[in-house]
C-alpha cells in the first residue's frame, strides 16, 4: 500500500549441492518501490530487520522539475549523491552477537568496579582518591548508558508489525476496527523485543476477537460503532510499561466463575472477591471461546502468555470493567543485560534487591505503626497500609528473623510491583 513494489531473487552466489553449507545465507533479494515516500520514511519501515540481515536502501531517481532557475540535472544527482554518502558514512551496521559480546563485557566491568569500590570503602585514602572514584563511578554509569543505548530500538518496529493485523481482522470478521499506537518512540532492548512479539500478538488477537463487541452491539450499548485497540509504551522508572487495551465488552466475572467451576478450579461454594475470579483466565487450559478459528481457541492460552512475560523478568496484570473494556498491561525491565541492585544487611544477612521493584527507602519514624487487631499491627504510609514481609519466613533465613520487627530502627525498603506494595525492614543500607 506504500507504492508499486517489484521484487527479484539474485541467486549468482548460490554453490552447487556439494559445496552448499546450511549455515550460510547466500540469497539475496532486491527490492524496486516506486513511491512518494521519502527515503527516511522507507527507512523507517525496515527497522525491525535492520540488525537481522545486511540492509541498504537507496534513492535510484526523484522527480525532477526544470524551470529557468533550476539547478542543472547533473548537478541536482550530484548533490542527492552526496547528501546520500554522507548518511551512510554516519551509519555503522554492527553483528548482534559482537554487540551483546560488548555488553556482557561491560557489565563484567561494573561488577569488579563495585568490588574493587567496597574494598576500599575502609580505606582512608584521602579526598583526592575518593572525588577520583566518584569521577569514575559516573564515567562508568556513563558508559553502560551509551552501550545499551546501542541496542535500543523503539517499540514502533514492534507496534508497527499489527497493524495489516487489524486491517486483516476488520475484514474477515466483518468488524469496524482502529488500531492507535501511543508512545511508538519509547526505547526498549532489541532482545526484549524480538521476544515480545508473539506474547503480545496473542493479546491483540485475544482484544480482536474476544474483547471487542459487533459494531451493532456497540451502538446498541452508546458506544461508537468503531471498537479500538490501542497499543502504548512508557517509561516509569526503571522499567517500561506496554499496555494492550480495547473498549469492547470487557470480561464478566461471573462467566468466568461458571467456567473455573465447570473445569473443576473453584467450586460453587467458594466466596472469592469479582476481581479475583479474573485470575481463573491464566489457568492452563482455560478458554471462553466456543469455536476454533485464526483469531481464538488456538490452543494456546494466557498461561502461556504470563510465563513468556515472566521468563523476560517481566508481570502481566489485567484490569477489565464490563461493558467498558478491558486492558493488559506488561510490566519490563529496559534491558537484560545488566541489573542494577540495591545492597543491604538484614539480620546478618546481605541481600542484593533489583532496584526496578525499589518504590522508596525510608528511615526511623517515617510512618505510623497501627495496631488493626488484637496483636496485629500494620505500617500507615501516607494514608495507605502496607504488608510487612518476614524474611526469616519467605527465605527460610533464621538470621534475618530480628528484621521482621516493625519498629522504627534500621531502613525500611518499600518494594513495588504492579499495584502491590510490601515493607521490608533492613538494618543498613551497603552500596548501590
Not at 552448499?20 to 518501490?33: F, G, H, N, R, T
Not at 476488520?170 to 488500531?179: F, T
Not at 546478618?348 to 488484637?374: D, K, S
Amino acid at each position: 500500500h506504500k507504492g508499486k513494489c517489484s521484487v527479484q531473487l539474485n541467486l549468482a552466489q548460490l554453490p552447487s549441492l556439494a559445496e552448499l553449507d546450511c549455515e550460510e545465507a547466500y540469497l539475496s533479494w532486491s527490492i524496486e518501490l516506486h513511491t512518494d515516500l521519502s527515503l527516511e520514511s522507507v527507512q523507517t519501515i525496515f527497522e525491525w530487520v535492520q540488525d537481522l540481515c545486511r540492509l541498504e536502501i537507496s534513492v535510484l531517481q526523484e522527480p525532477i522539475t526544470l524551470n529557468a532557475k533550476t539547478q542543472s540535472p547533473i548537478a541536482l544527482v550530484a548533490e542527492r549523491f552526496d547528501t546520500f554518502s554522507e548518511r551512510r558514512r554516519t551509519t555503522v551496521h554492527v553483528r548482534a552477537d559482537r554487540l551483546d559480546t560488548l555488553i556482557k563485557q561491560i557489565g563484567e566491568i561494573a561488577i569488579s568496579h563495585s568490588i574493587f569500590k567496597q574494598a576500599l570503602k575502609h580505606l582512608n585514602c584521602g579526598l583526592e582518591f575518593d572525588t577520583e572514584l566518584t569521577r569514575l563511578d559516573r564515567q562508568l554509569r556513563e558508559l553502560q548508558d551509551t552501550v545499551l543505548g546501542l541496542r535500543m530500538l523503539p517499540v514502533r518496529v514492534l507496534f508497527g508489525r499489527f497493524e495489516r493485523l487489524v486491517r486483516d481482522a476488520s475484514s474477515q470478521l466483518q468488524k469496524e476496527l482502529e488500531l492507535v499506537i501511543e508512545g511508538a518512540d519509547t526505547e526498549l532492548d532489541k532482545n526484549l523485543i524480538e521476544k515480545l512479539a508473539d506474547p503480545i500478538m496473542h493479546l491483540v488477537k485475544n482484544a480482536i476477537d474476544h474483547g471487542l463487541d459487533s459494531s451493532q452491539e456497540r451502538v446498541a450499548a452508546g458506544k461508537p460503532p468503531c471498537g479500538k485497540v490501542t497499543l502504548s509504551a512508557r517509561h516509569e522508572g526503571g522499567a517500561v510499561i506496554i499496555t494492550v487495551a480495547d473498549d469492547g465488552r470487557g470480561i464478566d466475572p461471573q462467566s468466568i466463575r461458571s467456567k473455573a467451576i465447570a473445569l473443576g478450579l473453584a467450586k460453587e461454594s467458594d466466596s472469592i472477591h469479582s476481581k479475583d475470579w479474573l485470575q481463573f483466565i491464566y489457568s492452563p487450559g482455560f478458554s471462553t471461546s466456543a469455536t476454533v478459528n485464526q483469531w481464538s481457541g488456538r490452543g494456546v492460552g494466557l498461561d502461556a502468555v504470563r510465563k513468556a512475560i515472566a521468563d523476560l523478568r517481566g508481570e502481566l496484570t489485567l484490569v477489565s470493567q464490563l461493558g467498558k473494556g478491558s486492558e493488559f498491561q506488561i510490566r519490563l525491565p529496559l534491558t537484560l543485560a545488566i541489573v542494577d541492585a540495591l545492597i543491604v544487611r538484614a539480620g546478618g544477612t546481605t541481600y542484593a534487591i533489583p532496584m526496578h521493584f525499589i518504590a522508596e527507602c525510608l528511615h526511623e519514624l517515617a510512618f505510623e505503626a497501627v495496631t488493626v487487631a488484637p496483636g496485629v499491627v500494620l505500617p500507615r504510609l501516607r494514608g495507605e497500609f502496607l504488608r510487612v514481609m518476614n524474611l526469616a519466613n519467605y527465605l527460610n533465613d533464621p538470621r534475618s528473623r530480628q528484621a521482621t520487627e516493625l519498629n522504627n530502627s534500621g531502613v525500611k525498603v518499600i518494594l513495588q510491583s504492579g499495584t502491590k506494595k510490601i515493607m521490608l525492614g533492613v538494618d543498613e543500607i551497603l552500596a548501590q
